[in-house]
């Protein structure tokens, strides 16, 4: 099946994504390399081509662009003093370190601090979201070029356990989406000036879900969920075009694409939602399958190959058929996960929170290929680049060696 989640980058030419993990789960969002020769055997010291400490607390993604690998953190005694900083992707020492400063302090999850939302990059700009509703784009040098204080012009985030959510690009576009208790939004910014292109309010309240942009015969859609349901808005408007409704009260996976289907996962299961141009409540006509005996809290769904893998929290992953929800295997992977999982070169990579990262043979039967104790807790995603993985730690930034340099 072709898969209708769209680059970040969908206007500039594929070529210019090559090798970059420009984002949350990578170039489609989804958590999927087209790369070969990724590691599967590694330990601490083993294959690993460089780790440096890092500063302050942060779960955000490592995100890679050509010879840089940006980072996000916060610190102090309201985690208000917020950090970017770049490290060099062969060696991994520092760069540059940008600080900025928080407007609004708020609720947080004490291992992300105010740095929970992945950055994103068109290789010209860095665009960062903070906890403390601060919205900034650095060049690629780490010079400011615009910063804009969302909770002064919206609101406090009023979101329990902080903010979660990552911004994204879509063409010249950024998009943040912002649900918490007080008033919640879609957002979108023209990424070069920061300035709104429109902004859509949401009939949701908590939630941490990052939303995904797919292409579809009547144009690009941002599809998010969020309290009781998944809401697809006019990636040029912001118009809402269709709902469905089944999803958790406060939902923190995100969507991801394959094909002409949308997978949704919450609490209350994981469903598939068919994209054919219908607007309006697609409950009833649009929900191919819906299964309820798999219900992640945290980590998001990963589909590949035609088969979507859905971690829970306390280490068991069901595998089901694309198209049909039906059941594959099932089976226990350890202790607890709150990373969203990779996948790419026949295999996926979920990383445990007590630091184990399991690699998992893709397809039909069950294999467990390699346990790697990292020995230090892992919440954050994975990012993979040029046959490397970049893997933030409670204290360190690994580089794993895949491909020879």
């Not at 804009?148 to 576009?173: C, H, K, Q």
């Not at 971690?311 to 990373?339: F, I, M, N, S």
Request: glycine share 12%; hydrophobic share 40%; proline share 6%.
């Amino acid at each position: 099946m072709r898969r209708t989640a769209i680059p970040v980058l969908f206007l500039a030419p594929a070529l210019a994504l090559a090798g970059n993990w420009p984002g949350w789960r990578g170039p489609d969002a989804d958590g999927l390399t087209a790369e070969t020769g990724l590691p599967v055997h590694w330990s601490r010291t083993q294959n690993v081509r460089w780790k440096v400490p890092t500063r302050g607390v942060g779960v955000s993604s490592p995100v890679v662009w050509g010879d840089r690998v940006f980072l996000t953190a916060s610190e102090g005694r309201l985690n208000d003093q917020l950090h970017v900083y770049c490290h060099h992707r062969a060696d991994g020492r520092l760069l540059w370190h940008t600080r900025l400063f928080g407007s609004a302090p708020t609720d947080l999850y004490a291992p992300g601090g105010m740095a929970v939302p992945t950055p994103a990059t068109d290789g010209e700009r860095l665009y960062c979201l903070f906890g403390t509703g601060d919205l900034a784009c650095l060049d690629l040098d780490g010079r400011p070029v615009w910063i804009r204080s969302l909770a002064e012009e919206y609101g406090p985030f009023r979101n329990r356990w902080g903010m979660g959510t990552s911004p994204i690009l879509v063409g010249d576009l950024l998009i943040v989406q912002v649900d918490h208790w007080s008033r919640s939004y879609l957002l979108a910014v023209e990424a070069r000036t920061g300035t709104n292109r429109w902004k859509t309010d949401r009939a949701a309240a908590v939630n941490w879900s990052s939303p995904l942009a797919v292409r579809t015969k009547a144009g690009v859609q941002l599809v998010t969920i969020g309290t009781h349901r998944a809401d697809a808005y006019d990636a040029r408007t912001g118009k809402e075009l269709w709902h469905v409704t089944g999803l958790h009260q406060q939902c923190i996976p995100s969507p991801v694409a394959e094909g002409d289907l949308v997978f949704l996962a919450s609490g209350e299961g994981a469903l598939a939602v068919r994209l054919d141009g219908k607007t309006g409540d697609l409950t009833g006509s649009n929900v191919v399958w819906r299964n309820r005996k798999t219900a992640p809290f945290v980590p998001s769904p990963t589909v590949y190959r035609g088969l979507v893998y859905i971690p829970g929290d306390k280490g068991v992953v069901t595998c089901v058929d694309g198209a049909t929800g039906r059941q594959v295997w099932k089976e226990r992977l350890g202790e607890q996960y709150h990373a969203s999982a990779v996948a790419g070169d026949g295999k996926l990579y979920f990383a445990s929170k007590e630091g184990v990262v399991r690699v998992v043979a893709a397809g039909p039967e069950f294999r467990v290929l390699a346990e790697n104790d990292m020995g230090e807790q892992l919440i954050a995603s994975l990012a993979v680049s040029d046959g490397d993985l970049f893997i933030r730690g409670a204290k360190h930034l690994f580089c794993i060696g895949g491909k020879a340099p």
